[in-house]
């Protein structure tokens, strides 16, 4: 008709389309005849795309499991009963010894009729791999955060009961003085963990209100000064909005921040309340004079469990900054501190900027 498009249907203008989907695609008829397979199939399978067409798909599916069978071998497609519609994920190993992941779609006329075709789908096994190292990395580094306090307590708490006896009062004290401080350690690890699945889940529960910036920040202070010895200093700016907060999350931020100036940072911590340069809001700034953070790691800072010196921490602090701080609304910025080390601010929205879920 005129003015009607034809479209090219034809083999080479399919496997040309199929070139540009990210994993490799390999079609086979019922004979089980090649018919389509993609750049990504043929680097997959270490054969050649063009002249992989019209072969056997035994001769380009060549693909083995631990114990040297075949994906045809294991999986019959064509004899599959009338009710299979296709073979979940699997995992192959490549002739070059390469992890390559399979799925199969198994191609009927009509439900429940014959088997005229598969199409293979194949990807490579590296970024399952790369997850898989790091879900280890993550299980590694709980284990050994949870089981420094752990030993502390399981020490003391044994010591106590093999020798109440004989130890002073000064003595017990001090023994369930610390078993209490890694019983608190232990829970604000734990709470960190729950803090990071929610964010990173989308599940975070906030219950903001207009707060105080002034009231909540002076109270993670002298809280957090009343344990150290080092001088913190605040200085806050008159006339400051009130912010859009969850209480408990905004002291989380602020506990945060000082506590990873004194922790990383050097000399004396100033934290200061102003105005929000760049919004209607608060600025917290949080500096030390200590090294500073390179420009080159700064984006690091914000990820899991990155730590740097032999400082200690769970790496999840400014992880958990950043993210609170984007649930509100608001942003995280690093910079150096005028006299040196490091400068962390933070600027809290007055008004409810949290992004639509």
Same mark, same amino acid.
């Given at each position: 008709?005129?003015?009607?498009?034809?479209?090219?249907?034809?083999?080479?203008?399919?496997?040309?389309? #199929?070139?540009?989907?990210?994993?490799?695609?390999?079609?086979?008829?019922?004979?089980?005849?090649?018919?389509?397979?993609?750049?990504?199939? +043929?680097?997959?399978?270490?054969?050649?795309?063009?002249?992989?067409?019209?072969?056997?798909?035994?001769?380009?599916?060549?693909?083995?499991?631990?114990?040297?069978?075949?994906?045809?071998?294991?999986?019959?497609?064509?004899?599959?009963?009338?009710?299979?519609?296709?073979?979940?994920?699997?995992?192959?190993?490549?002739?070059?010894?390469?992890?390559?992941?399979?799925?199969?779609?198994?191609?009927?006329?009509?439900?429940?009729?014959?088997?005229?075709?598969?199409?293979?789908?194949?990807?490579?096994?590296?970024?399952?791999?790369?997850?898989?190292?790091?879900?280890?990395?993550?299980?590694?580094?709980?284990?050994?955060?949870?089981?420094?306090?752990?030993?502390?307590?399981?020490?003391?708490?044994?010591?106590?009961?093999?020798?109440?006896?004989?130890?002073?009062?000064?003595?017990?004290?001090?023994?369930? /003085?610390?078993?209490?401080?890694?019983?608190?350690?232990?829970?604000?690890?734990?709470?960190?963990?729950?803090?990071?699945?929610?964010?990173?889940?989308?599940?975070?529960?906030?219950?903001?209100?207009?707060?105080?910036?002034?009231?909540?920040?002076?109270?993670?202070?002298?809280?957090?000064?009343?344990?150290?010895?080092?001088?913190?200093?605040?200085?806050?700016?008159?006339?400051?909005?009130?912010?859009?907060?969850?209480?408990?999350?905004?002291?989380?931020?602020?506990?945060?921040?000082?506590?990873?100036?004194?922790?990383?940072?050097?000399?004396?911590?100033?934290?200061?309340?102003?105005?929000?340069?760049?919004? +209607?809001?608060?600025?917290? /700034?949080?500096?030390?004079?200590?090294?500073?953070?390179?420009?080159?790691?700064?984006?690091?800072?914000?990820?899991?469990?990155?730590?740097?010196?032999?400082?200690?921490?769970?790496?999840?602090?400014?992880?958990?900054?950043?993210?609170?701080?984007?649930?509100?609304?608001?942003?995280?910025?690093?910079?150096? +501190?005028?006299?040196?080390? #490091?400068?962390?601010?933070?600027?809290?929205?007055?008004?409810?900027?949290?992004?639509?879920?």
């Amino acid at each position: 008709m005129p003015g009607e498009r034809k479209v090219d249907s034809s083999p080479t203008r399919l496997r040309s389309l #199929a070139d540009y989907y990210p994993d490799g695609v390999l079609g086979a008829t019922r004979d089980g005849v090649v018919t389509i397979i993609n750049a990504q199939a +043929a680097a997959l399978l270490g054969v050649d795309a063009q002249e992989a067409l019209g072969l056997p798909l035994s001769d380009v599916l060549r693909l083995l499991d631990q114990d040297g069978r075949t994906w045809l071998d294991v999986n019959h497609p064509f004899e599959s009963i009338s009710i299979v519609r296709g073979v979940p994920e699997q995992s192959w190993l490549s002739a070059s010894g390469e992890e390559v992941l399979t799925t199969a779609t198994l191609i009927r006329d009509q439900a429940l009729a014959p088997v005229v075709g598969i199409a293979v789908g194949l990807r490579s096994g590296r970024g399952r791999a790369r997850l898989d190292r790091e879900r280890s990395d993550l299980v590694a580094t709980v284990a050994h955060e949870l089981r420094s306090p752990l030993t502390g307590v399981k020490g003391f708490v044994q010591a106590l009961l093999n020798r109440w006896d004989k130890l002073t009062d000064d003595q017990r004290k001090l023994m369930l /003085t610390t078993v209490n401080a890694d019983a608190d350690r232990l829970a604000r690890l734990i709470a960190e963990l729950l803090d990071v699945a929610r964010i990173d889940t989308g599940r975070l529960q906030l219950y903001p209100r207009e707060s105080s910036a002034e009231v909540l920040v002076r109270r993670v202070v002298d809280s957090i000064e009343a344990g150290t010895s080092r001088e913190i200093r605040l200085d806050v700016a008159s006339d400051l909005p009130d912010v859009f907060a969850d209480p408990d999350k905004f002291t989380q931020v602020v506990t945060n921040l000082v506590e990873n100036a004194i922790r990383h940072g050097q000399g004396q911590v100033c934290v200061t309340l102003s105005h929000s340069e760049s919004h +209607a809001g608060v600025r917290i /700034t949080v500096d030390d004079e200590g090294d500073g953070i390179p420009v080159e790691l700064r984006r690091r800072v914000f990820t899991k469990f990155w730590t740097t010196g032999d400082s200690g921490g769970s790496g999840l602090g400014m992880y958990i900054v950043g993210g609170l701080a984007r649930a509100h609304g608001g942003w995280v910025t690093i910079d150096d +501190a005028p006299g040196g080390g #490091a400068r962390v601010m933070v600027d809290w929205p007055s008004d409810d900027l949290r992004p639509e879920q």
